[in-house]
C-alpha cells in the first residue's frame, strides 16, 4: 500500500472544532452559541490578518449547521457531513474566490443558485477576498445578501474590510480576528513538533516565531520550510545572527564591527532594505521589552535577550536608533545604492560623536549617567581632542562657570577635580559637567559687552555750559584720547547706531563743539534736550570707551549758536565744504527770511493766484 501523498503543516493541523481555534475565542465562543441556541444568522463578516482562521472559522460552522451528532454547540467531525467538509466534497458548502470571480456575472450565477436546495439543512456559501468584488457584483449580491432563502446562510471573509460596501457590513454580523500572541504560536509550533514528532534543531522555533508574525499559517508554513530545508537551518541561525551582531555593534558603539556584519549580511544574499527592516524590528522588540514585557511577540529566551540588548543601548539610544534606521528606510527608496544609506546611518549609530543631533547629544549624557552610576567614574572623561577655548576673564574676575583652573592652578576648595572624577553621590551632576566641558565656548563681542555692562558712571558735575569737570579716580587711558575729529567719525560711523533706541534718539540731535585730553564737550539745543539726555550719558560714555579703547567723558551743553546757517550737523557742512568753488556758485540762493506756507503753495502750483476770503 502506497503511503499518502504528503500534506502542508498548516493543511494537515487546520482548526476542525471551535475549541481548537487558538487566539479566537470571542469569535468561537459566539459562535458556538449561537448554534447551541439555535440564533444562527443569515450572514457573517470575517475579517483580520492573513492566516487567522478566518476559513477555517466558516467551515468550522458549515459543519456545526450540518452536522449529524452536534454536541454542545460543537461539530463532531466523524459523521458523513462532517467528513465531505473536510474533504471538500459537501453539496451544502460553496467556496468562492472574489479576486478571481470578482464580477457581475459569477454573482448572478450565485444568487440564481441560492434558491436551490441541498441534501444538509443548511447551504452555506463562503465568498473569501469580498473586498475584491467590483461595485456592480457587490450591488448585485446585495438584494440576495439582505433577504436569502430560509436555508442558506453566507460567510464573507476579507483581509480589508475598510473595502467593502457599508450597505453590506450593515447587513451581516462583524467579527474581528486577531493576530496571535507570541505564546499562542509558541504552544501551537511545539504542539505540532510533538504531534508530528519533528526533530529540530536549537533556535529553529524562534526563527519560525519570528517570521510569524502573529500568524498560525505563516508560523506552520516557515516551520514546514525550516524542517525541509535540514541543513540550512544553520544558515537560518547565521540570518539571525547577523541581525544580533549589528545590535551588539551598535550596543558597543562599534562602527567597524557593524560594517563587517552588514558586508556578511549583504554577502549571503539578503539586499540592504530587508537588512535593515530585521534590525529594525528586533530594535522595536528590545524597545518593548523594555518598557511593556507583555507585548512582546517573541519567546522567553529571545525576549530576555532583546531586553538586555535595549537596556545596553538605554532608551534613548534605542529611539534614536529605531528613527535613524527608518530615516534610512525613507532615503532607501530613492537611493542609487541602499547599503550607503544603511552604513551611514550605522555609523551615525555607532559613533554619537559623529552626529552632532539632539538625539545623539542626549544619548551620550545618557550613556555619561549609566557609566558613572555603575562606579565607572574614568569614563566620565571628555574625549580627547581639540576644543573652544573660552576667552579669558578679566582681571580679577573668577573664571567662567564649568572652565577648569588655568596655568596648572589647583581647584578652589570644595570643587571637584577636573580629571573626570565625581563624587560617588552625584553621577549626574558629574556627567553634565563632562558634557558642559566639551561644549564649545564663543566670545561675546566688545560692544555688545559694554551696551550689557556699562561701567559706573564718572563723578563729573556740570553746573552750566562752562562748568569745569571734577578730577576723574579712573585709571589713566590704556590709548591715546581722541580728538574731535576721531569723535564725529566714529559717532556717525559706528556709536551712534549701537546705542539704545532711547539713547539714539535723544543725543541724535547733538554735535561735537571740542575734545581734549578725554573730555568731549557735546552740544545740545536747548536746556530741556540736555536735561533729558543727562540719565542716558553714562551709557554713551560706556559706548564711546569701548569703541576708542580709553576713557572718554562727555560735557553735556547748550548751543549758544544761535545762527540758522551754522547749526546744520557737522556732516552735512563738511559735505558742503568739499564742494569746488564752481558749484558752490551753481547752488540756489537761500531765502533771507522766513518761509510761509502761503509761498510754498504758490510754488507748488505755478500760476496760481493767493485769494483772500472773508
Request: hydrophobic letters at 40%; proline letters at 8%.
Amino acid at each position: 500500500m502506497e503511503d499518502p501523498p504528503y500534506q502542508s503543516l498548516y493543511r494537515r493541523y487546520r482548526p476542525q472544532r471551535f475549541s481548537e481555534l487558538r487566539g479566537q475565542d470571542h469569535v468561537a465562543t459566539a459562535l458556538r452559541n449561537a448554534v447551541r441556541r439555535d440564533h444562527v444568522s443569515h450572514a457573517y463578516l470575517f475579517s483580520g490578518p492573513r492566516g487567522t482562521g478566518k476559513t477555517s472559522t466558516a467551515r468550522i460552522l458549515a459543519k456545526a449547521l450540518n452536522c449529524e451528532a452536534i454536541r454542545d454547540g460543537e461539530p463532531c467531525g466523524q459523521c458523513a457531513s462532517c467528513m465531505a467538509i473536510t474533504r471538500g466534497a459537501s453539496l451544502d458548502v460553496h467556496e468562492l474566490d472574489a479576486a478571481s470571480n470578482n464580477g457581475v456575472d459569477a454573482m448572478r450565477d450565485l444568487v440564481a443558485r441560492a434558491a436551490l436546495a441541498t441534501p444538509g439543512r443548511h447551504k452555506v456559501y463562503i465568498i473569501d477576498e469580498v473586498h475584491m468584488l467590483s461595485t456592480p457584483a457587490s450591488n448585485t449580491l446585495l438584494k440576495t445578501l439582505e433577504e436569502p432563502p430560509p436555508h442558506v446562510v453566507f460567510v464573507l471573509a476579507t483581509t480589508d474590510p475598510h473595502k467593502v460596501l457599508h450597505t453590506i457590513v450593515s447587513r451581516t454580523q462583524h467579527f474581528e480576528f486577531r493576530l496571535l500572541g507570541a505564546g499562542v504560536l509558541t504552544g501551537l509550533l511545539r504542539d505540532v513538533q510533538a504531534d508530528a514528532g519533528l526533530t529540530l534543531a536549537p533556535g529553529v522555533l524562534s526563527v519560525a516565531l519570528k517570521r510569524a508574525n502573529g500568524s498560525a499559517r505563516d508560523a506552520l508554513s516557515a516551520l514546514d520550510q525550516l524542517v525541509a530545508a535540514e541543513g540550512a537551518s544553520e544558515e537560518d541561525a547565521d540570518e539571525e545572527a547577523a541581525i544580533d551582531e549589528l545590535v551588539e555593534a551598535l550596543c558597543e558603539q562599534d562602527a567597524q564591527r557593524a560594517l563587517v556584519a552588514v558586508a556578511r549580511g549583504i554577502a549571503s544574499g539578503r539586499d540592504a532594505a530587508r537588512l535593515a527592516t530585521e534590525l529594525l524590528e528586533q530594535l522595536r522588540q528590545g524597545f518593548l521589552a523594555k518598557l511593556a514585557p507583555r507585548l512582546v511577540e517573541l519567546g522567553d529566551e529571545e525576549r530576555e535577550k532583546v531586553g538586555a540588548q535595549a537596556g545596553r543601548l538605554g532608551t534613548a539610544g534605542v529611539v534614536r536608533a529605531m528613527e535613524t534606521i527608518g530615516q534610512a528606510l525613507v532615503e532607501m527608496r530613492d537611493s542609487l545604492d541602499p547599503r550607503i544609506s544603511l552604513e551611514m546611518a550605522l555609523i551615525r549609530l555607532a559613533s554619537p560623536e559623529a552626529d552632532t543631533s539632539s538625539a545623539a547629544l542626549v544619548e551620550r549624557l545618557e550613556r555619561l549617567e549609566h557609566r558613572l552610576s555603575q562606579g565607572d567614574h574614568g569614563s566620565a572623561r571628555p574625549p580627547s581632542g581639540p576644543r573652544a577655548i573660552p576667552d579669558a576673564p578679566p582681571d580679577g574676575a573668577p573664571p567662567t562657570d564649568g572652565a577648569p583652573p588655568t596655568d596648572g592652578a589647583p581647584p578652589t576648595d570644595g570643587a571637584p577635580p577636573t580629571d573626570g572624577a565625581q563624587p560617588d553621590d552625584a553621577p549626574a551632576a558629574g556627567a553634565r559637567a563632562a558634557l558642559k566641558a566639551m561644549r564649545p565656548q564663543q566670545s561675546m563681542p566688545r560692544e555688545r559687552l559694554a551696551r550689557l555692562a556699562p561701567p559706573p558712571p564718572l563723578s563729573l558735575t556740570y553746573t552750566g555750559a562752562a562748568a569745569p569737570a571734577t578730577t576723574s579716580t579712573n585709571p589713566a587711558p590704556s590709548s591715546p584720547a581722541p580728538s574731535r575729529d576721531d569723535l564725529v567719525e566714529a559717532w556717525g560711523d559706528h556709536v551712534l547706531d549701537a546705542l539704545r533706541p532711547r539713547a539714539r534718539s535723544l543725543f541724535r540731535a547733538g554735535r561735537f563743539l571740542d575734545a581734549q585730553d578725554g573730555l568731549a564737550v557735546f552740544a545740545l539745543p536747548d536746556a530741556n534736550h540736555r536735561a533729558n539726555c543727562e540719565p542716558v550719558r553714562a551709557e554713551v560714555e560706556a559706548a564711546l570707551s569701548a569703541h576708542f579703547g580709553t576713557q572718554v567723558r562727555l560735557r553735556l551743553v547748550v548751543d549758544d549758536n544761535k545762527d540758522p546757517a551754522a547749526h546744520q550737523s557737522t556732516q552735512g557742512r563738511e559735505a558742503f565744504e568739499d564742494l569746488p568753488a564752481s558749484e558752490v556758485r551753481r547752488l540756489p540762493e537761500a531765502a533771507s527770511g522766513p518761509i510761509s506756507a502761503h509761498s510754498l503753495l504758490l510754488e507748488a502750483f505755478p500760476g496760481a493766484e493767493w485769494v483772500k476770503t472773508e
